[in-house]
């Protein structure tokens, strides 16, 4: 029973049904030592029942959990070795910070004076020397989160997995402690699995991201794999913006694709080996890949009516009514002298055929 | 109106008239003044004073004298405390329990232990003789079984008394510290568990020292309950466990030394006022409404300070303790990591909860058979069938009359308290002034003095009003007791209310009594319906206060039940205590019925 591929966490087919609800329907996923691992998707799509099965905060009804080479399917929490940081803390409030943070090292026997030392090295590496001595609801919310970081690095856990430990902050303090919690892996080199359904901060932070839906593994890639090369209509959607347009497939030759899309549109884009002609699939093209160019100079090419024009700050949207009534948007830089559209106007949008990703219509 | 005059004229309006706002909180703060404050106060002057109103220390020198009222104090006060003890210990498991399972479980465990709430006190008591009895049902099991050859003696001395008492109190302890576990944060143990706590120290060092605040909550409640407390000595104990409300009885009822009463109920007081005072030092009241540690504010004592260190350690050994336990037997039997691991502490916590619901529930029941027995005594099993004492019941009007009148005696204090209350618990949630919590305290403290100082004073009270042998009286009577209740229960909902919706009704254009009407009062109903209940049963469930103030004139239900009682125990009883059973079933399921259609609207 040993597992000597070098992997941090593996697990294989690990299933969880609360009655008839299916919350976690056979997960695969591996993860290399030093890697940050973030599992993103919508609420109720299995991944904090995952990260608790990987805890041992729930027991799984079957598969298996591998974790620094052993198995660890139903050892208890305390026996894993592992960290965690939770939403709202978690924190002791009948204890100061000190004894928080001494609490792994006393659960570990090490003694006094090595508690006091390894305390006062995790509260500096969180840059909050001088709490000790007060209690949790002494300090605010973005300081309590980096008592919980430091609560974990202290004792040097196999893998940190941490359940949105962001989500109750306001949005600066989020950036900024995204941008913190990303040096602390960078420079700790520590194992993470990090939990959220927020897309954005998904893509700040991860090495991998392993994108979940519906109590399954969507997709797992890197940030830019996913952002770039979505292999299903769900992660295409869930991640950033995107134009989805049903169509049908035409021809399918070396390197690209023909598409057929409403009002008789002729699109080309990424070749796609697993289609063929007359399937039904639907094309992804990302706002930013969207210009308005002259009549007839673009690969892909459809000509509309311009309904809407927002400026959200750095970036402004086009959204343009298609002949057939449905939705096109572009979105640009910012400028201070406007796009010079405005809404009523025809204008023709156009974009190259390797940013258009052909997906399955499931 | 222009926008000149206006702010011209808000600004002057609104500080002169700040304490009329606070209006709906007088009544009840009036009301508790005449009724109880000042009665009390009037008894405090009952006993410095001699029969020609001249002030004398007389009953207190006499109090002191000999050192038999001193030795009664001593037994009560050791009565309360292992009273307290023992039931803690006996709720910490299933209030655990209750703050751990799933939602739809805990709702149907904790009837079972509201179960001695809902039955009748007398009921209860009787029950226990039933069953502890020298031919009770324990001692007929315990001899069939052949454990023992010859009956326990298990009542009439302070087992019997204990297990009554502990009986009666131990639902409050298992509410109140059901109250702070549920306000524990789940994660916590969790969070525990992932740095390498087993169950046992995480139980130990985080979960017990968060809890502690409701188990001196629960402690204090008990503690002052159990001090006034002579329906359970009276009727399950010896001669050596009376304690001090008898005492008091015996002096108004038999001597007529209303003085020398008053005297012994400061005696009783004060040492309420004491505990509690201890309690505030060492704790904190702050603990009481159910808060766990202290917010940073108020050092603590040096006594607390000790007492923190110590229990640290304490906490700190029991953790380590406990984890050598579970690791010595786990190096027995090695968990395995491929299948999951048999939950032992878990199975535990199950049945010590479930024998503390047996104790708490199935008492009761024992009642239903006896009452049917043809013998003309209580005895265990009953012998044949017969419908005799039914019949002796609903043959002289003594019994339904009395019914009758505790009940309508309960609906209308239990209207006046709400009347009193509700609006007082608004009052106390939504605003904010100076002296609220001092005024939370005044109107909840019916709730914790004695009843019988209550009594005494209102029988004082009433024979100056006139009002000695009246419903009236009792019925306010009642309300006193009841407010406190009323209080603390709509508070509660209350505080759960979202004034959102009042506000979203007021934009729409509702008014404030509209509001009220159609928005407020509809969507509290439940928990209303809950007070009621509540101001109900204390009402229809009180002897104390009916003893005194019905002057003999007439009676109630507990009153006729412990006439009868202290003459002989017979299976009258047993029949009325069946009724009332039912009775009080009938009302809790239609209540339970109400509550539960209100949640689904």
């Known amino acids: 029973m040993s597992d000597d591929t070098g992997y941090k966490l593996r697990t294989r087919g690990v299933r969880k049904t609360y009655g008839p609800v299916v919350a976690l329907a056979g997960a695969d996923l591996e993860m290399r030592e030093g890697e940050f691992l973030t599992l993103l998707g919508p609420s109720g799509s299995g991944k904090t029942t995952l990260l608790m099965a990987i805890a041992g905060l729930n027991d799984p009804d079957g598969g298996e959990i591998w974790i620094d080479g052993k198995l660890a399917t139903y050892t208890p929490p305390h026996d894993r070795g592992l960290g965690m940081v939770f939403q709202n803390y978690a924190l002791f409030p009948h204890m100061t910070i000190f004894e928080n943070i001494a609490f792994p090292l006393r659960m570990r026997k090490r003694d006094a004076g090595t508690i006091r030392k390894e305390v006062a090295r995790v509260l500096d590496i969180v840059q909050l020397p001088d709490v000790a001595s007060r209690y949790p609801r002494e300090l605010s919310g973005g300081q309590q989160q980096r008592i919980a970081l430091a609560r974990c690095f202290v004792y040097q856990p196999a893998i940190i997995l941490m359940d949105e430990p962001l989500g109750a902050l306001d949005k600066k303090l989020r950036d900024t402690l995204q941008r913190e919690v990303k040096h602390l892996h960078q420079n700790l080199g520590i194992t993470v699995l990090y939990v959220t359904h927020d897309q954005e901060e998904a893509m700040v932070m991860s090495d991998r991201i392993c994108l979940m839906n519906d109590a399954r593994i969507e997709q797992v890639g890197t940030p830019q794999e996913l952002y770039f090369q979505p292999n299903s209509v769900f992660a295409a959607d869930f991640l950033g913006e995107s134009n989805l347009l049903p169509a049908t497939v035409i021809e399918s030759r070396d390197g690209e694709i023909v598409l057929q899309a409403a009002g008789g549109l002729t699109v080309h884009g990424q070749a796609n080996a697993a289609l063929s002609r007359g399937d039904r699939v639907r094309f992804m093209v990302r706002p930013e890949s969207v210009k308005t160019v002259a009549a007839g100079t673009a690969r892909n090419e459809v000509q509309g009516v311009i309904k809407e024009v927002i400026m959200s700050g750095q970036i402004t949207k086009c959204f343009m009514e298609l002949p057939d009534g449905s939705e096109m948007v572009s979105s640009r830089l910012t400028v201070e002298s406007g796009t010079g559209l405005a809404p009523g106007r025809p204008v023709h949008f156009g974009w190259s055929a390797e940013h258009t990703v052909v997906l399955p219509d499931r | ?601």
């Open chain 2, 1 to 601: 109106m222009s926008a000149d005059t206006d702010s011209a004229v808000a600004p002057a309006r609104r500080p002169r008239w700040t304490w009329l706002r606070d209006w709906p909180l007088y009544p009840a703060v009036l009301f508790l003044g005449l009724f109880f404050l000042y009665p009390t106060v009037l008894l405090l002057g009952l006993s410095v004073t001699d029969d020609a109103d001249a002030l004398t220390t007389q009953h207190y020198a006499h109090l002191f004298r000999s050192d038999l009222y001193v030795r009664v104090l001593g037994i009560t006060l050791e009565v309360a405390l292992w009273t307290t003890v023992l039931s803690l210990i006996a709720a910490y498991p299933i209030a655990y329990l209750l703050a751990t399972v799933r939602n739809s479980t805990r709702n149907t465990l904790i009837i079972w232990v509201l179960m001695p709430f809902w039955t009748s006190f007398l009921v209860r008591t009787f029950a226990w003789m039933v069953l502890l009895g020298r031919s009770g049902a324990v001692n007929d099991l315990l001899i069939a079984l052949g454990i023992v050859e010859f009956p326990l003696r298990m009542i009439y001395n302070f087992a019997g008394v204990m297990v009554g008492m502990v009986h009666a109190l131990m639902p409050l302890a298992v509410l109140t510290i059901l109250s702070v576990m549920e306000g524990i944060d789940a994660n916590l143990s969790k969070a525990a568990a992932t740095m390498g706590a087993r169950p046992s120290q995480a139980f130990w060092r985080i979960y017990l020292p968060l809890s502690l605040p409701g188990v001196a909550a629960g402690g204090l409640l008990i503690f002052i309950t159990a001090l006034g407390f002579f329906i359970t000595p009276a009727l399950l104990g010896g001669r050596k466990e009376t304690m001090i409300v008898q005492v008091i009885i015996f002096q108004i009822h038999e001597v007529l030394n209303w003085g020398f009463a008053g005297a012994i109920s400061m005696l009783l007081l004060v040492t309420a006022l004491l505990i509690f005072f201890l309690y505030d030092r060492l704790l904190g009241l702050s603990t009481l409404s159910g808060q766990s540690a202290p917010a940073g504010g108020r050092r603590p004592s040096a006594i607390g300070r000790l007492g923190g260190a110590a229990g640290r350690l304490f906490i700190a050994a029991m953790g380590n303790l406990c984890a050598f336990v579970g690791r010595t037997l786990e190096r027995i039997r090695r968990p395995r990591a491929d299948r999951p691991r048999r939950r032992v502490g878990r199975a535990l916590v199950w049945i010590a909860g479930v024998l503390v619901l047996v104790f708490l529930a199935v008492p009761a029941f024992f009642v239903i058979p006896v009452s049917f027995t043809q013998e003309s005594f209580l005895n265990w099993p009953p012998v044949g069938f017969s419908l005799k004492w039914y019949q002796r019941i609903l043959g002289t009007g003594l019994w339904g009359e009395a019914a009758l009148r505790s009940f309508v005696v309960a609906i209308s204090s239990a209207f006046l308290a709400m009347l009193l209350g509700v609006p007082a618990a608004f009052v106390l949630v939504r605003r904010s002034f100076f002296g609220k919590a001092a005024l939370f305290g005044f109107l909840v403290s019916p709730a914790i003095t004695p009843h019988i100082i209550i009594a005494v004073a209102l029988f004082f009270l009433y024979s100056r009003m006139g009002l000695v042998g009246t419903t009236t009286g009792l019925v306010l009577g009642h309300a006193v007791l009841a407010i406190p209740y009323v209080v603390v229960t709509t508070m509660a909902i209350v505080k759960g209310y979202d004034t959102h919706l009042d506000h979203a009704a007021w934009t729409l254009g509702a008014t404030r009594v509209r509001t009220l009407w159609h928005i407020t009062l509809p969507i509290l109903r439940g928990g209303l319906i809950a007070a009621f209940m509540f101001a109900f049963i204390i009402s229809f469930d009180e002897l104390t206060i009916a003893l005194f103030v019905t002057g003999g004139a007439f009676t109630t239900l507990p009153k006729a039940m412990w006439d009868d009682a202290i003459l002989q125990v017979s299976p009258t009883l047993a029949a009325v205590a069946t009724l009332l059973l039912l009775f009080m079933s009938a009302v809790i399921l239609t209540s339970e019925f109400l509550r539960r259609r209100s949640q689904v609207k």
